[in-house]
């Protein structure tokens, strides 16, 4: 994601050999500095700002869009941060190692005495970071936009959950592809196709025995359709905890494959070099 | 797509047949037996005349009165929408979510309200009435109905810069991350 530079290598090597074991605290604050003291985050963030304010206006002006239930809207800005915050947060991990690598600085941090996963740890969170910005901008918009009892806490609450489980798993997968990767390129599509390919189920209208498995065994769309029937349908939490399965796995699974790879970190790539 | 979409109306057209068939028979059977009493009913509503803008709501009831000899079987209310200015396309479903009541049976010279929630959600003029039809099994094939008046909407775009009180957020929400982010910036240079 980004360089380290020779203070940072220097703090967290003095920290490990000083036994402190918190190498992974120096590198998530180099890279959170670099995420929201840098252009990017901040541009990130005022242009979700910007699409959530065109989208809440357009929900509440167009005569179209008046049509559509209050809950759907709500649910259609509460899946779309949620849709923001995981395509955002995968393509900074999906450039963590494999930018390192094409920048030609991975070999100075893997030099640098601190375990890998404690590298891959660091970077991990300051990506995740991204994912409690993007809630608290979207607060307001879902706030002026509830009608009727519990919408909010609904939208908030089952954002929250399905979000952080979509977002680990998603940034875990970046992580993954960016370790294997010989190419920052090669990382970044790679992982943007798994999204998308993830991702495009949501929009289709999924029937019968295979639609239901997809809607099961895919963690976008069982997120999607939980939040859905939360926030649209509103139904009990214990209805549909089914629908949280898919991605409670798939945020455990990849997170653990994604740290065991790390510990394993190569300084070539295994694919596309 | 339109394989779905002729497989649906087979379905449908053998339903319908269906449910054609055991109408008839029920109404043969019928012939025979009491007369329903939903002739009897009367259906009146609490208002006639509603001038709105789009989106707005309102809600008005509905008043079935047995007049009859004798109780009426389960009853079902249903609201209807129909456009009278002939270029309004109306959706009944956008226009009330809730369209269908059952009735409970009404004894002789008792009554029943029903309350019904509109939205106008598009310009023209609309009428609105509601009609009362007796629930299966009493539903036979010339099963009389009972309406009640026509509630006449006229419905004006509704025009507002600040549709639903949501300006101030959409506009401020991006001016006061600018700013925070831009501060921080330029504390930065300073610090």
């Given at each position: 994601m980004t360089t380290l530079t020779p203070d940072v290598r220097r703090e967290a090597a003095s920290q490990l050999t000083a036994g402190a074991g918190?190498?992974?605290l120096v590198i998530a604050g180099q890279e959170l500095r670099d995420i929201w003291l840098s252009a990017r985050g901040p541009a990130i963030v005022i242009g979700t700002s910007l699409l959530l304010s065109l989208l809440t206006?357009?929900?509440?002006?167009?005569?179209?869009?008046n049509i559509i239930d209050q809950r759907d809207t709500v649910n259609l800005l509460a899946q779309i941060t949620m849709a923001l915050a995981v395509g955002v947060s995968l393509l900074f991990t999906a450039d963590c190692v494999s930018g390192e690598r094409e920048r030609e600085t991975l070999e100075s941090l893997l030099v640098t005495p601190v375990p890998r996963g404690q590298v891959a740890l660091g970077k991990y969170l300051a990506a995740v970071s991204m994912w409690p910005v993007l809630l608290i901008v979207a607060i307001p918009y879902i706030w002026v936009l509830r009608e009727g009892d519990g919408v909010f806490a609904d939208a908030m609450l089952g954002a929250l959950v399905v979000g952080t489980l979509l977002v680990i798993g998603f940034v875990s997968l970046g992580l993954l592809v960016s370790i294997f990767s010989g190419s920052n390129r090669l990382s970044l599509a790679v992982a943007f196709f798994i999204f998308v390919l993830l991702l495009a189920p949501t929009q289709l209208p999924l029937g019968g025995w295979f639609g239901d498995?997809?809607?099961?065994?895919?963690?976008?769309?069982?997120?999607s359709?939980?939040?859905?029937?939360a926030i649209v349908k509103e139904h009990g939490w214990g209805e549909d905890l089914d629908l949280l399965i898919a991605p409670a796995v798939w945020a455990i699974a990849m997170t653990g494959v994604a740290f065991i790879a790390a510990g394993r970190l190569r300084l070539q790539g295994s694919f596309g070099r | 797509m339109i394989r779905r979409g002729g497989l649906v109306a087979?379905?449908?057209t053998v339903a319908l047949f269906a449910i054609a068939l055991g109408a008839r028979r029920?109404?043969?059977?019928?012939?025979?037996g009491a007369?329903?009493?939903?002739?009897e009913l009367t259906v009146v509503v609490s208002k006639s005349n509603v001038s709105a803008v789009t989106g707005d709501s309102f809600t008005f009831t509905s008043e079935i009165r047995n007049s009859g000899s004798e109780a009426t079987p389960a009853l079902i209310a249903n609201l209807a929408f129909v456009a009278v200015d002939g270029g309004t396309y109306v959706d009944p479903e956008d226009w009330s979510s809730e369209r269908t009541q059952a009735v409970a049976p009404i004894a002789t010279g008792a009554t029943a309200s029903q309350m019904w929630t509109v939205k106008?959600?598009?310009a023209g003029d609309v009428a609105s009435y509601v009609v009362v039809l007796p629930a299966p099994p009493a539903l036979v094939a010339n099963s009389p109905l009972a309406v009640s008046p026509a509630i006449q909407m006229h419905v004006e775009k509704h025009r507002a810069l600040n549709p639903g009180g949501v300006l101030p957020t959409v506009l401020i929400v991006p001016v006061v991350l600018v700013m925070a982010f831009g501060g921080m910036r330029v504390v930065r240079r300073f610090v």
């Open positions: 918190g190498s992974w206006y357009l929900a509440a002006s167009n005569e179209e869009l498995l997809i809607t099961q065994t895919n963690p976008m769309t069982a997120g359709t939980f939040l859905h029937r | 087979l379905v449908a029920h109404a043969a059977a019928e012939m025979n007369p329903i009493a939903v002739g106008t959600v598009l």
